[in-house]
């Protein structure tokens, strides 16, 4: 198992941002007093800027001091939340991996789940049940995704960047052998495709997911998709490939009648009213807007359902319905900024596609941090 490389801290200073120190720089900014209690600090994973003191176990008083008086909501009073039980304990009582706090009793299945590449609780300790996210509000806004995909892509650029290039090359060549294999067998690549596309997605996103979870990044941990969850994601391809082929031919019915109609006019062959040609192209189009409209809501609708199954073991079904329920609560929203940070991801390609990497992987962090609000607290253990 990897050891956990350290955090990367930022503090504020006169309404400035310093940063990033790890390690012994940041012990000794402790140390000399240039990060104090009530300095506003901040690394991947927390949530916004919060003072020092409150991730810190505060030193125990002189024995003839009197008691100190804390704040009901203080951290000290109510100890520190387990991210695998839920449950709050004093600080000396848990062990710190990145921005988690785990007790002595789930240490043993913590690091189990740790060496097996299984989901891991929410930072804080708040688990969800899947009826609790759908009714839960979450942010959504476009500055919000910009500013938590930068923030996570500047924690480990280069390994990030080398996720990218790591499945997306994966992806490019087998659909460059389903393009040949496609000469011989017909539909080779779509075929192939079934089998690859959205455990290699998914296993992207948990590697984005990675450092806005205060977590290392670990690229090996991008291929859980081919593990105990690869039939899951194989059945969601699966339903998502059949949607867009039935939407295809509905698209292909609504028009063929007016296109045979109106080749056979062209052609001398039939002589049909002008209004009924108008009528059939008419008919056609509205079927076929109809049915272009109805393949985006659900591709927009079915957008993190195969994260959901590899990061919280959700079956396809299920993740899929939970899925469009979430994006539902703001699906113009969800909509606009889905095309934009795509847009955004494909602006590399004007400069011979190697600024994708860049562009594409920050797009992909973007959209991870809006995984992450939405389901983040979901509970990746809870029954399927």
């Known amino acids: 198992m990897d050891a956990p490389e350290p ?39 927390l949530s916004g800027w919060v003072p020092w003191e409150s991730l810190t176990p505060r030193s125990a008083p002189p024995e003839n ?21 839920g449950k709050r304990f004093a600080p000396e009582d848990t062990i710190p991996y990145g921005n988690r706090r785990v007790c002595a009793a789930c240490k043993p299945v913590f690091l189990q789940r740790l060496t097996e590449g299984a989901a891991l609780g929410h930072a804080e300790g708040r688990h969800l049940s899947a009826e609790e996210v759908v009714e839960q509000e979450y942010p959504l806004g476009l500055m919000r995704a910009w500013d938590r995909g930068w923030d996570a892509f500047r924690s480990d650029p280069w390994k990030l960047i080398g ?67 690869y039939w899951q994601l194989t059945l969601y391809q699966v339903i998502q490939s059949a949607a867009m ?22 052609a001398g062959r039939a002589t049909p009213p002008l209004a009924a040609v108008i009528a059939l192209f008419t008919v056609g189009a509205l079927v076929s807007i109809a049915a272009v409209v109805c393949l985006f809501y659900f591709l927009v609708s079915w957008m ?33 900024i889905l095309l934009v940070v795509s847009t955004f991801g494909m602006i590399g390609a004007a400069l011979c596609g190697v600024g994708m990497l860049v562009t594409g992987t920050a797009a992909g962090l973007m959209m991870a941090s809006v995984y992450e609000d939405m389901f983040g607290r979901l509970d990746p253990r809870q029954p399927r």
């Not at 310093?18 to 991947?44: K, N, Q, Y």
């Not at 290392?216 to 991008?222: K, R």
């Not at 039935?246 to 045979?260: E, N, Q, R, S």
């Not at 359902?305 to 969800?334: T, Y």
């Open 7 to 45: 955090i990367q801290w930022y503090y504020a200073d006169g309404g400035e941002q310093r940063g990033p120190f790890s390690g012994p720089e940041w012990e000794a900014m402790i140390t000399s007093g240039t990060v104090s209690a009530a300095t506003l600090v901040w690394h991947a994973g």
């Open 65 to 85: 001091a009197p008691p100190r008086q804390e704040p009901a909501d203080s951290p000290t009073s109510d100890g520190l939340a387990c991210s695998e039980c």
């Open 163 to 229: 996720a990218t290039a790591c499945f997306g090359g994966i992806l490019l060549v087998l659909t460059g052998v389903g393009f040949v294999a496609g000469m011989v067998v017909p539909l080779a690549a779509n075929i192939i495709g079934l089998f690859v596309t959205s455990q290699l997605t998914a296993g992207l996103y948990l590697v984005f997911l990675q450092p806005l979870r205060g977590e290392p990044v670990n690229i090996q941990s991008g291929f859980r998709g081919f593990g105990p969850r």
């Open 245 to 266: 082929i039935g939407f295809t031919v509905l698209i292909i019915l609504g028009m063929t009648p007016a296109i045979f109609l109106g080749a056979a006019s062209a």
């Open 304 to 336: 993190f359902a195969a994260p959901l199954i590899l990061d919280k073991g959700l079956d396809a079904w299920p993740a899929m319905k939970l899925c469009r329920k979430v994006v539902n609560r703001h699906p113009f929203r969800f909509s606009v």
